[in-house]
């Protein structure tokens, strides 16, 4: 006679789930305490030097002396602004609305020129293209400073230099939204509805307006706010090209506002404040679209 094995303890509770977890998405997946307290920390961090520079825009010139540093907002937010915005050698106000136009311009440009490219590269045939597309990304391995010279040259030739062309003119395309216009427009158009619209008749340009231009969008939103915050915050040439000048960007002008012999940081956090608060809105706004493009390039892919 056979005799049975006795039966075992049932394992706690964590493992009899564990498989169940195997199966899931990641996004399906409830997140433990140890994953809250990790993001929090990351938010406090990533969020306070933005606190800060708040705190100090809303106080006094003692606040900045005090030891620990002062973290509870003062009450001359409105009179710091009124300094800042009444500045005669800073046009602090006029720099946001230059900041504005170059940004916009620029971002209008890049979504048009560079989905047209990355069209072209992914699904026309030409001679040269995978030449010429390898040329476009090893131009991203250049660094911008070397060709401050040389562009400063071409602007003063062209009788820009000092304007806001100067600072539009060098953004209209930029290599990086080529290959990744390109990169998206190869994984999510397939090439037979492209022929299959061609054999029906549509040129070239309705093809790009009817077809592709709904398949990217989220890659447009994408690209369109990367390249609205980073044409907002650009200062090394719009310092070179505009400093001293009636036409600051906002950068230009937070740079004037820290310069001299005596700095009013107030001021300074004040404008940098007011400066980040439209890339603040865009981010807030359009960031679900940055990780709806960013997961559906990546499963595409």
């Not at 994984?187 to 054999?199: C, G, M």
Request: proline share 6%; with cysteine.
């Amino acid at each position: 006679m056979t005799a049975l094995a006795p039966p075992q303890a049932p394992g706690p509770a964590r493992s009899r789930h564990r498989p169940a977890l195997l199966g899931r998405a990641p996004q399906d997946t409830p997140a433990g305490l140890g994953s809250y307290l990790l993001l929090s920390l990351t938010f406090l961090f990533a969020a306070f030097p933005l606190y800060w520079m708040f705190v100090i825009a809303t106080s006094d010139d003692e606040a900045l002396a005090k030891l620990p540093p002062a973290v509870v907002p003062g009450n001359r937010f409105l009179v710091n602004l009124e300094e800042l915005f009444s500045l005669q050698d800073v046009y602090f106000a006029a720099s946001l609305i230059n900041s504005f136009i170059v940004s916009t311009v620029v971002t209008a440009s890049v979504l048009f020129f560079c989905s047209l490219a990355g069209f072209a590269f992914a699904k026309l045939r030409f001679r040269g293209s995978n030449t010429l597309m390898l040329l476009v990304v090893l131009t991203l391995t250049v660094p911008n400073q070397l060709g401050i010279v040389a562009l400063y040259i071409v602007m003063g030739r062209l009788g820009w230099n000092g304007t806001l062309l100067a600072v539009i003119a060098p953004g209209l395309v930029t290599a990086f939204g080529v290959f990744y216009m390109r990169q998206f427009i190869v994984n999510s158009v397939p090439d037979e509805l492209v022929e299959s619209a061609r054999v029906d008749g549509a040129t070239t340009m309705r093809i790009y307006r009817s077809i592709v231009l709904p398949a990217i969008r989220p890659a447009l939103a994408v690209l369109g706010l990367l390249t609205f915050v980073a044409t907002w915050n650009d200062f090394q040439w719009p310092l070179i090209t505009l400093s001293g000048t009636d036409y600051p960007t906002s950068m230009v002008a937070i740079s004037d506002l820290a310069s001299g012999n005596y700095v009013i940081y107030r001021r300074v956090l004040a404008g940098a404040f007011i400066a980040t608060v439209p890339l603040l809105v865009m981010l807030f706004v359009g960031g679900r679209q940055i990780v709806r493009g960013i997961m559906e390039g990546a499963v595409k892919s």
